[in-house]
Each structure stands twice: as C-alpha cells, then as structure tokens.
Nanobody, 117 residues
Framework: QVQLVESGGGLVQAGGSLRLSCAAS????????MGWYRQAPGKQRELVAR???????TYADSVKGRFTISKDNAKNTVYLQMNSLKFEDTAVYYC???????????WGRGTQITVSS
C-alpha cells in the first residue's frame, strides 16, 4: 500500500503564496510521476502540475508562471509552490502518485486551499 500525506493548505489572501508538500510512504517502487490535482465545488478534478521521474514537468495553463512543482527523491516528497494566488485557485488539492506494478494512481486525502478576494 502507498500512503500520501499532504500538508500546507489553508487560507490566504489573493496575491499571496502557499507551499504544499506531499510525502509518500509504504510500498513505493517504480514511481513514474507525482503531482497535484484540484477540485473546486461543482467542478471535476483537474491536473494542476505533474513531475515525471526524469524531471519533466507539466502544468495546467491556468497556473503556468505562478506555480512550481518540485520533488525530493530521497524523501519521496513532492512540493507545489504557489505564488500570486487567485480566488479561482480555491479548491481541495490532492496529491497523486503514478507508479507501482500496473502502474496505478494513488491519492492523498486532499488539503483545502481557500483564496480570499
């Protein structure tokens, strides 16, 4: 089993910054990618940013230039630095790990980010 524990969410004013962390533990092997998704009320879950094992990154157009994803392989931890936050960034943010035998998607429980306008 893989466990993903997110931290760093909270309430921030528009224009502010937050940093999310996600630590993976358990039966971790063959990690292909780690990343962050978000889901706002009434909307589908969407990809925010992803970092592949080789270091390649992918970002949603809405966060390019504002968010930066990074990882610490030794700690099996992925980070999301979020700057210039906007009201529309308000959502529950979920950590994702893609890997394992199949491979498969693993999810954290989510952390709420609320941006006040």
């Amino acid at each position: 089993q893989v466990q993903l524990v997110e931290s760093g969410g909270g309430l921030v004013q528009a224009g502010g910054s937050l940093r999310l962390s996600c630590a993976a533990s358990g039966s971790i092997f063959n990690i292909r990618a780690m990343g962050w998704y978000r889901q706002a009320p009434g909307k589908q879950r969407e990809l925010v940013a992803r970092i592949w094992s080789g270091g390649t990154t992918t970002y949603a157009d809405s966060v390019k230039g504002r968010f930066t994803i990074s990882k610490d392989n030794a700690k099996n931890t992925v980070y999301l630095q979020m700057n210039s936050l906007k009201f529309e960034d308000t959502a529950v943010y979920y950590c994702n790990l893609f890997g394992g035998l199949s491979p498969a998607d693993y999810w954290g429980r989510g952390t709420q980010i609320t941006v006040s306008s």
